[in-house]
């Protein structure tokens, strides 16, 4: 049987290897030769860099924190009205990008907005006559990827509340324990673990976000790996930065497994009847309900309405060839990524099937990888082994006298689509992974008894089983490639854009009327996985 997997696992191994290979490239850089100009950054804006990279990633937690956890429980511990609707538009925000919603903000809270016009019409104010908060700071950045964040808190404490014990709930109301009593003593603590992981995604995304804080002026360790790369012409120097934040986020990710190492839930949540939810009464019940509906209405109602009425007014300025291009681009990227990733995602987990050892499980997360490193860090990763391609291609072209071909790699759509399947490839995988484990193994035995070799055992068993598993993998790592900012700003090629950077162009260039439209439509986009991921949580009580 070792012998037969031999394919097999050779294929997972080099796939591997490849999706790899960024994250390695990486540390191989920044080991190299120190040059002046990372010193200099060390001596002078480092420092700066560090403390708002750690202000904002504390207080988007604290926010997300506040923000997603009182929902969840209110979603699925309380009897509301509209909670039908609230349960999935609460996820909503997710779907927007922090960029679009930081750039909606600005226009609405900047000296020129309608809000400061309208104070200053309603109470006659003068310039200088009042004080009014800056939104393009760190803590108008903390509020806005709060804002947009939240729902990963949200959704994995949601899910954690409806699958606690019933029991526990009933004893509590025996005692006496008032709903607030309940979620401190029971609810709370037993969704620790749900709370800690949905934290530590937010703390990623944080620390990868670029185009917020770009756009707000506040420098973190994500722009100083945009600026040394590009403002410097220093790649080493931005590698040397990349290794600093992956080192931060693997100590995040290991800080969060240790604080739960030696925390066991058992939990058998058994079917009741009974609804033994909470009827809030009076304030109680309205404060619920204003604070689950004006968190929609400010992280996602508001900003689509106001995208959808500036893509309504400027229509014909915005429906332009060059609109019409850069949506193909994005398509084009998407679709290529996302048949590349899924095709990736069949052998590994297939090679797990079949082998079911150390190498295959180690080949299974090591693929898994791309996804903790941040859009801007995997670009540089991406970059310097698509570069030492296109160096040697040219130099063996020079070698044996032929025409030099150029940029191949670095200069076409490969290195976007690299990025993407490194990234994304993860993605692909949790989802075929969870449906390839409902395939019964009686039916891997029974194909081989009926002498169908492996390739015929995937083609006739295991595919037509997992299409839908398959399909649901193609779609999200489609829409996330669909609307990622920062790997598509530093490597596409020249005169190349994506919907997600043309937004980007002319938002930073104050235009974002003529940024509505495709805005809009890379938030409907993103509404798709959404969808399907509320519905896996639509389980009676």
Known sequence: MKEKNAVWKTSSGVLTLLLVLPILAIFYTALGETSDIFSHLINTV????????????????????ILGVPSAWFMAMCKLPSEKVLQWALVLPLAMPGYIIGYIFTDWFDFAGPIQIWLRNVFEWGVGDYWFPDIRTVGGATVVLSLVLYPYVYLLCRAAFMEQNVSLLQSARLLKCTPLESFWRISLPLARPSIAVGLSLVAMETIGDFGTVSYFAV????????????????????AKISALMMMVIVLLLGAERYSRRRQKLFQNQYNSHEDFRYELQGWKKWFAVIWCWGLVSIAFIFPLGQLVIYAYKYFAQSWTPEFQLYAMNSLKVSIIAAVIAVAIAIVVNFYRRLASNTSSQVFMRAS???????????????????LFMDHAINDFAVWMEWKRPGLLFSGSMFAIVFAMVVRFSAVAIGSIETSLSKVSPSLDMASRTMGCKQNQMLARVHFPLIKRGILIAGLLVFIESMKELNAALLLRPFNFETLATYVYNFASDEHLELAAMPAVLLVLVGLIPLIIVNRSLEQPH
């Open 46 to 65: 480092m420092p700066t860099y560090t403390i708002n990279t750690v202000l904002l990633v504390v207080g988007v937690l604290i926010l997300s924190l």
């Open 368 to 386: 898994s990888l791309g996804y903790a490193v941040p859009g801007t860090v995997l670009a540089i990763g991406v970059m310097v082994p698509v």
């Open 219 to 238: 420098n973190t360790l994500t722009t100083a790996v945009y600026d040394t790369w590009l403002g410097y012409s220093s790649l080493s120097a931005a």
